[in-house]
């Protein structure tokens, strides 16, 4: 490479970096903002329809093996909701509910002494659901507690539910519920 090319590299380099750390440079006002965020580099939030706020609901599976869990809610019309989600050894997933979310527990808002989640007894990494249909399991003692909105939790909030080995309870398995308040507390 010449000297000349060299420098202009260098001097095109440096000029970029300047204008970029000036905020002079904004690549929103150049490329369209939905193939940045394609490319991973433009806004990392994930957005609800409309202006809708939500209740973040996370289910863990704190165990060594697989498991199944039971959400269920009372949604906005005082109807109950339910959606269930087979989890890997470690695994997390989440889901965003639209508020205003009533009431929510693991296990059946309308009848808390129904099985929070299922254990699998096979290898901790399965989460097929037609392998773990056939699959011995161990369900995990009820909840049994009907968290409220404005009481245990309120819109923007996250709640995390887990599943966690236990020497406390007759299954061996425990569930438990962590609330992190939306203002960071």
Same mark, same amino acid.
Not at 10 to 14: F, I, S
Not at 65 to 79: A, G, K, L, M, Q
């Given at each position: 490479?010449?000297f000349r090319?060299?420098?202009?590299t260098?001097?095109?380099?440096?000029l970029?970096?300047a204008?970029?750390?000036c905020?002079?440079?904004n690549?929103?006002?150049?490329?369209?903002?939905?193939?940045l965020?394609?490319?991973?580099?433009?806004e990392?939030?994930?957005?609800?329809? $409309? &202006?809708a706020?939500? *209740?973040l609901? @996370?289910? %863990?599976?704190?165990?060594?093996?697989?498991?199944? +869990?039971?959400?269920?809610?009372?949604?906005?019309?005082?109807?109950?909701?339910?959606y269930t989600?087979?989890?890997?050894?470690?695994d997390?997933?989440?889901?965003?509910?639209?508020?205003?979310?009533?009431?929510?527990?693991? $296990? &059946?808002?309308?009848? *808390?002494?129904? @099985?929070a %989640?299922?254990?699998?007894?096979v290898?901790?990494? +399965?989460?097929?659901?037609?392998t773990?249909?056939?699959?011995?399991?161990?369900?995990?003692?009820?909840f049994g507690?009907?968290?409220?909105?404005?009481?245990?939790?309120?819109c923007g909030?996250?709640?995390t539910?887990?599943?966690?080995?236990?020497?406390?309870?007759?299954?061996?398995y425990?569930a438990?519920?962590?609330?992190?308040?939306?203002?960071g507390?």
């Open positions: 490479m010449s090319r060299g420098m202009a260098v001097c095109g380099a440096a970029a970096a204008l970029c750390g905020s002079l440079l690549l929103d006002t150049f490329l369209n903002p939905e193939l965020t394609s490319l991973g580099l433009g990392k939030v994930a957005t609800l329809p $409309g &202006d706020p939500g *209740l609901v @996370a289910t %863990a599976n704190r165990t060594s093996r697989p498991c199944h +869990v039971f959400v269920s809610y009372r949604d906005p019309n005082d109807n109950v909701q339910t989600a087979n989890l890997a050894a470690g997390e997933t989440a889901q965003m509910l639209v508020c205003p979310v009533q009431e929510i527990t693991l $296990g &059946d808002v309308s009848n *808390l002494q129904t @099985a %989640a299922r254990v699998y007894l290898a901790g990494t +399965v989460t097929d659901a037609t773990l249909a056939s699959a011995p399991y161990i369900e995990v003692d009820a507690v009907l968290l409220r909105e404005e009481v245990n939790y309120n909030d996250g709640l539910f887990t599943i966690e080995e236990s020497a406390l309870t007759r299954s061996g425990q438990f519920a962590y609330i992190r308040p939306a203002s507390q």
